[in-house]
Nanobody, 119 residues
Framework: QVQLVESGGGLVQPGGSLRLSCAAS????????MGWYRQTPEKQRERVAT???????DYADSVKGRVTISRDNAKNTVYLQMNSLKPEDTAVYLC?????????????WGQGTQVTVSS
């Protein structure tokens, strides 16, 4: 099994910054793509950013220029650096990892971390 532990959410003022982390643990797996989604009660789950195993990144238009995704393969950890935060960035942020085994590719999700942008 694979466990994901997220951290770094919280309350921040508009214009502020936060760094989210998501660490994967378990045994006998390789990680492919990693990324972040966000969810609010009013909206469907929205993809925020993705990073492939080779380091290629992709961002939602709503966060481009304000958000940077990165990964530390030695630590099986993905990060999301968010700057110039806006109230509309308020959401539960969920990380995911693509776990590659000999015969299967599975996606695992973190438990979610709340980000609230408010003055």
């Amino acid at each position: 099994q694979v466990q994901l532990v997220e951290s770094g959410g919280g309350l921040v003022q508009p214009g502020g910054s936060l760094r989210l982390s998501c660490a994967a643990s378990g045994s006998s797996f390789s990680i492919g793509a990693m990324g972040w989604y966000r969810q609010t009660p009013e909206k469907q789950r929205e993809r925020v950013a993705t990073i492939t195993s080779s380091g290629s990144t992709d961002y939602a238009d709503s966060v481009k220029g304000r958000v940077t995704i990165s990964r530390d393969n030695a630590k099986n950890t993905v990060y999301l650096q968010m700057n110039s935060l806006k109230p509309e960035d308020t959401a539960v942020y969920l990380c995911y990892v693509q776990v590659v085994r000999v015969r299967t590719i599975d996606v695992y999700w973190g438990q979610g971390t709340q980000v609230t942008v408010s003055s």
